[in-house]
């Protein structure tokens, strides 16, 4: 199992893309991966699940797709649609 942070935060897309390759190859060779992410793509692209928190609370839990197509809560409705408020 690996747990990442945020790992592309403040790289260029070139660097993004590379290092986002290096976790499809881990994911493929049977790696279970946890990745924290703000970037709604990069979740998108890489994730098999989303685990959505709010103020601290897991308040979603989806496939990727559905997560994005048909989300459970307002709280991640709201996310996806760049309308969450922070309070």
Known sequence: MVFLDE??????????R??????????????KI????????????????????HQGRLVERAPVERFFTSPATAEAAAFIKGELPWT
């Open 34 to 53: 946890v990745m924290t992410t703000h970037n709604l793509g990069q979740a998108r692209r890489l994730a098999d699940e989303v685990l959505f928190l």
């Open 7 to 16: 790992p592309t935060a403040s790289l260029d897309p070139t660097a993004t």
């Open 18 to 31: 590379e290092i986002e390759a290096a976790i499809d190859a881990i994911h493929a060779g049977g790696t």
